[in-house]
């Protein structure tokens, strides 16, 4: 059985820095496509951060310079570092697992995220 466990979200000031956690279990999180989302109240749910098997890593324009995604393959986890936050980084963050190859996708729960200003 497959679970992304995200934590790590919490009440923020503006300008603040959290970090979120994603442990994986029932998946090799280096060889799949690890990704951050996010959904606001009222809007779609959006990439935020990603990181695929080879270590490239893409960025939403909004987080660049800001948000860092990165992994231990020790513990089997997915971090995403952010900093510098803004009250419209306010969201649920959630964790996915993608691999084309063995066309699987998963999600986590959500973690959220508030940052007030």
């Known amino acids: 059985q497959v679970q992304l466990v995200e934590s790590g979200g919490t009440l923020v000031q503006a300008g603040g820095s959290l970090r979120l956690s994603c442990a994986a279990s029932g998946i090799i999180v280096s060889i799949y496509t690890m990704g951050w989302y996010r959904q606001a109240p009222g809007k779609q749910r959006d990439l935020v951060a990603a990181i695929t098997d080879s270590g490239s890593t893409n960025y939403a324009d909004s987080v660049k310079g800001r948000f860092t995604i990165f992994r231990d393959n020790a513990k089997n986890t997915v971090y995403l570092q952010m900093n510098s936050l803004k009250p419209e980084d306010t969201a649920v963050y959630s964790c996915?697992?993608?691999?084309?190859?063995?066309?699987?996708?998963?999600w986590g729960q959500g973690t959220q995220v508030t940052v007030s200003s």
């Open positions: 996915n697992a993608r691999h084309i190859l063995f066309n699987k996708n998963y």
